[in-house]
């Protein structure tokens, strides 16, 4: 009996000392977990932070560029050297608004490389106005008036928006 007391005695301490090293590993895996919760909140945190920073850039974007419009349908070579000169004498003839003073541009290209085929759709130009009002006067011409004649080509005056909003106003078009 002595032996079996002693035997069971020894298989007691054993255990023991197995559910000790099951306790530490609880306890460690316990301190990961909190540590990796911790983490997740982190993380979620500057997620929201991430969201947020994308919606204030693509706002100071379009910010930035309302006073762009984009002109689309024009043949390429069409305005020769000088695409300010062009869009000024053009625009007010073609959409029939007269802009007091007359159109002043800072800046207006062609947008893309050039097309060396000519049966290729012609690049856009996109063109930024000094003056707010007259952007604002030709984009409602545009909407008011749709896609404009000149010289038998269809030419359509946009708003220039950033990539995210204009993917934004596309998820709309479903609907």
Request: charged share 25%; with cysteine; proline share 4%.
């Amino acid at each position: 009996m002595d032996a079996s007391i002693s035997s069971l005695t020894l298989e007691t301490k054993s255990m023991r000392s197995e559910i000790a090293g099951f306790q530490s590993r609880v306890t460690g895996l316990e301190h990961l977990v909190e540590t990796l919760e911790s983490h997740l909140t982190t993380a979620q945190d500057r997620d929201q932070d991430l969201l947020y920073l994308r919606s204030k850039i693509t706002d100071l974007e379009d910010r930035s560029r309302r006073d762009n419009i984009q002109l689309f349908g024009f043949p390429e070579i069409e305005e020769g050297t000088d695409v300010q000169a062009f869009l000024g004498s053009v625009l007010p003839k073609m959409t029939l608004l007269t802009f007091d003073p007359p159109l002043e541009f800072q800046l207006a290209h062609r947008v893309g490389p050039k097309c060396l085929d000519r049966a290729s759709r012609p690049r856009s130009i996109i063109a930024c106005l000094l003056q707010h009002g007259q952007a604002q006067q030709l984009l409602q011409a545009a909407r008011t008036h749709g896609p404009f004649r000149m010289d038998g080509y269809a030419i359509r005056i946009m708003a220039d928006y950033s990539k995210n909003s204009n993917e934004r106003q596309k998820a709309f078009l479903a609907l």
